[in-house]
């Protein structure tokens, strides 16, 4: 089964009012098997406030004790934590960073095979140990290496959108912007389209940064100058890549649908109409590391914290999406692990024979 590590996140915001409606089914047990990362006094506490019925869990010290069938949960907080449900007090970043980093480390020593993360909040995240924009940043610290770069997408059923900057000021993006970056990240997103979701050849659409994709140069040169050469050359190199389109009218007229994927060149430019498209059921992934990791597209929402109207679709999408993206990269790479040989006719004998130069490794 696999185990499916979650982090408990704002501990005053709905995190775990979104956990908690999903592992109520217990169909979500013939799954996976949960791990909780947070505290059964703070998740006692929001049942109560909420006026859920139990959801049972088995409470244990560390990952290796966990059971099959169950729910499970690791409490790695102080258990006098003060909740403060839609409230930002001092306390709720330490208890989120306290479950994240437990969490993490059990992810690279293989106790959990994938991880779910809750929503934070980042200002009160921001600590000595803890400096960074997102969890995207903190995570290609603490799982990447110079190969294994992260890679924020977005995606629902319909729809994947790809950064090629990420939490930035807007008045950054023009200058970080090179031909370099856009063919890094694009690499990363034809891999992960093709690895984690299973789809042999993409076809990714890129964003131009202006209005108008620039206007010819009218309303800006980084199309010229940046963005076509590098989609020419990620051409020549056998991507499957077109564009630049203008960002506006590529979704109003759902021009999306004809691409397995969308790269955009800033933040709200591709989350933005997203979030309008598919805030319900939307996912954010991080691709390019060698470890799965997902959370759902919203954030703490204190406004309606502990009123039980938040809705759980999005963190169950989560973890389905875990599980999917997990299973897809065990196929990918039992279907690479050993390619048959390429066989030819040998014309001079009609005779099959063996080409022992290799297999393909595409």
């Known amino acids: 089964m696999i185990k499916v590590g979650i982090t408990q996140g704002d ?21 996976c098997t949960p791990i909780v990362y947070g505290s059964a006094k703070v998740a006692a506490y929001h049942r ?19 059971i099959d069938g169950q729910n499970n949960l690791i409490n790695c907080i102080d258990e006098e934590v003060k909740v403060e449900i839609g409230h930002i007090t001092d306390q709720v970043g330490d208890a989120a960073y306290a479950a994240l980093e437990r969490a993490v480390a059990d992810l690279s020593e293989g106790l959990i095979d994938v991880l779910v993360t809750a929503p934070i909040n980042k200002h009160t995240m921001q600590s000595a140990e803890f400096n960074f924009p997102g969890h995207t940043e903190y995570l290609q610290a603490r799982l990447g290496n110079d190969e294994d770069k992260a890679l924020m997408i977005m995606l629902n059923d319909t729809l994947r959108v ?6 930035m000021p807007i008045s950054q993006v023009p200058a970080s912007l090179t031909q ?13 389209l093709r690895h984690d979701f299973g789809i042999r050849k993409p076809r990714i659409a890129i964003l131009s940064l202006n209005p108008h994709s620039g206007e010819n140069g009218m309303l800006g040169d980084e199309e010229n100058n940046i963005i076509i050469p590098a989609i020419s050359e990620a051409k020549k190199n056998g991507s499957l890549c077109f564009g630049p389109y203008a960002a506006d009218g590529f979704f109003g007229t759902e021009h999306f649908r004809k691409f397995d994927g969308v790269l955009a060149m800033y933040h709200d430019q591709g989350l933005a109409p997203f979030k309008a498209l ?8 991080t691709a390019g590391l060698s470890y799965v990791r997902t959370s759902p597209d919203h954030g703490t929402a204190y406004d309606i914290a502990g009123k039980g109207l938040a809705s759980e679709e999005s963190f169950r999408q989560a ?18 692990a050993s390619p048959l040989r390429r066989q030819y006719i040998d014309k001079s004998g009609d005779r099959e024979v ?9």
């Open 11 to 31: 501990i005053n915001g709905i995190g775990y009012e979104v956990i908690l409606k999903t592992l109520a089914d217990s169909r979500f047990l013939e799954l």
């Open 354 to 362: 063996l080409d022992l130069t290799g297999g393909d490794d595409e």
């Open 162 to 167: 790809a950064l090629v900057t990420g939490h």
């Open 319 to 336: 973890v389905y999406t875990a599980l999917d993206i997990y299973r897809n990269r065990i196929s990918d790479d039992e279907a690479h």
């Open 278 to 285: 598919a805030m319900e059921n939307g996912v954010n992934y």
């Open 48 to 66: 109560k406030a909420l006026d859920m019925e139990p959801v049972n869990f088995n409470i244990v010290t560390h990952a290796s004790q966990v």
């Open 180 to 192: 370099e970056l856009i063919l890094e990240k694009l690499q990363i997103f034809e891999h992960s």
